[in-house]
């Protein structure tokens, strides 16, 4: 009989190698143990590691990608979870991406303060397959999978329980398909279906759920607007950054109460999925934000006020300035460089047209705002004082 008839239904091959997907209870083969991973970044400067360099510890793989903000949050905050905890717990990140583009991502400045180092094996992934980031394997010392979860199972109690055989409780992670409706049974309808309405809303924690958002487009012009066990105060931001089209801390005004005050008690999660046709995701963000504010602990109140801006726009006259180092930086980073370098001024508006230039990153490091200024004029970009309308999200205590 030949290997790939003897495959189960969820078995692939990959390099040669027959890869079934391990589900909670089942233990790792010898093959798995003794897998050489590539690994970037790490402290010891090894390029090659394998699990059973960790065998009889508690394992974590914790899968993540470089889009994935919170997925970073997570893994520097992990480590100092890891030496609270002490030498009896491994946590292992993990990602599919290219070596090329988790080594571009760990040579950006913003990495060098919290750099960390991580496996990069789409052969692992495979394994442990997943839609949604991040994602955690708990594998205890014996080599069982002994639970998968999301990131709010990752805490110093349920490992202690783990590493003392008490195995506690944890609600395994619902891998959200994303071409499907939230809690709509696939096998309900038709093969090759896809929902262009939908609208459902739900107060209360969902076991099992990740903390996330995913914002999409798709091809036949519907969109999506999906929030999973969020707080107000995460929901609120995420959805605004849609409809703004970036994040800026300078267009939310506090009135009566300060930004920790906002934070304080806001412990309700929130559940919200939104698909309509003909509508762009901005559009349907603004709908799902008038759902959220109705719960929401404060008020929010959305206002157009005129406001000092430091006003982006472009030219195609500019120096031949970009030499061998040159990139595409997008303005949604040059524009929130612009805001780091002068927090307390006036807020940044991009009317350039573009969605980024050509330049060398490097450039674009903590500098004076007449440095910043003479930096953007080289690539073609003024930066002017003006007076615009803009949009901005008054908090306020209830009535």
């Known amino acids: 009989m030949s290997s790939a008839q003897s495959l189960n239904s969820d078995a692939v091959v990959s390099n040669n190698m027959i890869i079934t997907p391990l589900k909670v209870g089942d233990k790792l083969s010898e093959e798995v143990w003794r897998m050489p991973l590539n690994v970037l970044n790490h402290p010891n400067r090894k390029d090659l590691i394998k699990l059973q360099d960790y065998k009889g510890k508690l394992i974590i793989l914790d899968f993540w990608a470089t889009w994935c903000s ?19 717990v491994v946590l292992l990140p993990v990602t599919k991406q290219t070596p090329e583009v988790v ?31 991040p994602h955690y394997v708990w594998i205890d010392g014996t080599g069982t999978v002994v639970a998968i979860t999301g990131l709010d199972a990752v805490n110093v109690p349920n490992i202690q329980r783990i590493l003392h055989s008490q195995i506690p409780s944890l609600n395994s992670k619902v891998d959200v398909d994303p071409l499907m409706p939230l809690f709509v ?18 107060k ?27 707080n107000a105060v995460g929901a609120i931001r995420t959805l605004l950054m849609v409809i703004w089209g970036r994040y800026s801390p300078k267009r939310f005004i506090y009135e009566g109460i300060d930004e920790s005050g906002e934070k304080e008690g806001d412990n309700e999660r929130f559940t919200l999925d939104l698909i309509e046709s003909g509508v762009s995701t901005a559009k349907l963000s603004r709908a799902a934000f008038q759902d959220i504010i109705t719960v929401a602990p404060l008020h929010y109140e959305l206002r157009m006020v005129p406001k000092d801006c430091l006003v982006l726009s472009y030219s195609s006259k500019k120096e031949d300035a970009v030499g061998a180092t040159a990139s595409a930086v997008s303005l949604k980073r040059i524009s929130g460089w612009l805001d780091n370098i002068c927090p307390d001024r006036e807020l940044v508006m991009d009317e350039t ?9 490097k450039d674009f490091t903590d500098v004076p705002l007449d440095s910043a200024i003479t930096i ?24």
């Open 353 to 361: 047209g573009l969605t980024a230039i050509s330049a060398d990153s």
């Open 103 to 133: 080594q571009a991502f760990f040579s950006l400045p913003a990495m060098k303060d919290k750099p960390f180092f991580s496996i990069v094996s789409e052969e692992l992934a495979q394994f442990f397959p997943h839609r949604l980031v």
């Open 70 to 88: 919170s997925c970073i949050k997570a893994i520097q905050a992990h480590d100092s979870l890891g030496r609270s905890i002490g030498n009896d």
């Open 185 to 202: 049974d696939k096998g309900l309808l038709p093969d090759h279906t896809r929902v262009n309405g939908y609208k459902m809303f739900y």
């Open 376 to 399: 953007l004029a080289k690539y073609g970009i003024s930066v002017k004082k003006e007076r615009r309308m803009v949009e901005l999200c008054f908090i306020s205590q209830r009535n």
């Open 204 to 230: 209360g924690y969902v076991p099992g759920l990740p903390s996330m958002s995913n914002f999409k487009m798709y091809h036949d012009g519907a969109s999506r607007v999906l929030l999973s066990n969020m």
